[in-house]
């Protein structure tokens, strides 16, 4: 988006008019809704987030799944979880699955899932609005 200056581009009475409602501040003009691109189609952001949701379904729907795997305080640092989950993994590459993903929300559940040598990692950003709803992005 850049910026122009109305004198350059409209005629002196539309300016007029408009200077009826608004005066030495910026106005947003969007495109007409016939040429306008979603959000992401120039970058093509949109694309790889819908495809990547597409194959998120799939391997979902492909019954493929480690559910949340917690380890109550009296039993963590002894190694439980990460048995648990590598013989997950174990049991998901003897079914022929190519890669899986685990969320942490702790510190420790990250340190653990970082202790597996994942091939790559997002970022996962947490918000904690005032009304206690929670939004997780990736």
């Given at each position: 988006?850049?910026?122009?200056?109305?004198?350059?581009?409209?005629?002196?009475?539309?300016?007029?008019?408009?200077?009826?409602?608004?005066?030495?501040?910026?106005?947003?003009?969007?495109?007409?809704?016939?040429?306008?691109?979603?959000?992401?189609?120039?970058?093509?952001?949109?694309?790889?987030?819908?495809?990547?949701?597409?194959?998120?379904?799939?391997?979902?729907?492909?019954?493929?799944?480690?559910?949340?795997?917690?380890?109550?305080?009296?039993?963590?640092?002894?190694?439980?979880?990460?048995?648990?989950?590598?013989?997950?993994?174990?049991?998901?590459r003897e079914k022929g699955v190519k890669s899986a993903y685990s969320?942490?929300?702790?510190?420790a559940a990250n340190a653990l899932y970082q202790s597996l040598k994942?091939?790559?990692?997002?970022?996962?950003?947490?918000?904690?609005?005032?009304?206690?709803?929670?939004?997780?992005?990736?």
């Amino acid at each position: 988006m850049r910026y122009v200056k109305a004198e350059t581009l409209l005629p002196d009475s539309l300016i007029e008019e408009i200077q009826k409602y608004i005066q030495g501040e910026y106005i947003y003009i969007t495109s007409q809704k016939s040429i306008r691109k979603k959000w992401g189609e120039k970058s093509g952001s949109r694309e790889y987030i819908l495809n990547r949701n597409k194959d998120i379904r799939k391997k979902y729907q492909s019954g493929y799944i480690i559910e949340t795997v917690a380890t109550h305080s009296d039993y963590q640092k002894r190694g439980f979880g990460k048995a648990v989950i590598t013989e997950c993994f174990r049991r998901l590459r003897e079914k022929g699955v190519k890669s899986a993903y685990s969320t942490g929300y702790s510190e420790a559940a990250n340190a653990l899932y970082q202790s597996l040598k994942p091939v790559e990692v997002y970022q996962l950003i947490r918000y904690k609005l005032e009304n206690s709803c929670q939004i997780d992005l990736l």
